[in-house]
């Protein structure tokens, strides 16, 4: 199937294992913004950078990955540090 951003098949696995209670207990107590913003920290690692297991950007790049300001990005980027998420 084509069309709506699907592409073919290219050999790589079409899926990941995504543990519905681990990640539960993971952001349940965070605020709905930090666990978009993480859940698109995760699979950015995954997609891009699953050998390393980190990934590093600017809060303005975040910000463009997110879709927020800068200064919104950097609300969230600290957020998520102070509450050491991952």
Not at 34 to 63: F, M, P, Q
Request: aromatic share 10%; proline share 2%.
């Amino acid at each position: 199937m084509q069309g709506c951003g699907m592409k073919k098949n290219t050999g790589k696995a079409p899926s990941i294992q995504f543990y519905m209670k681990d990640w539960m207990a993971d952001v349940e107590d965070h605020p709905l913004d930090i666990e978009g913003a993480w859940l698109r920290v995760c699979n950015r690692i995954w997609y891009k950078h699953r050998d390393a297991g980190r990934i590093t950007k600017t809060s303005g790049e975040w910000a463009s990955v997110w879709g927020v300001t800068e200064t919104e990005s950097a609300r969230i980027i600290a957020y998520i540090k102070t509450k050491r998420l991952g």
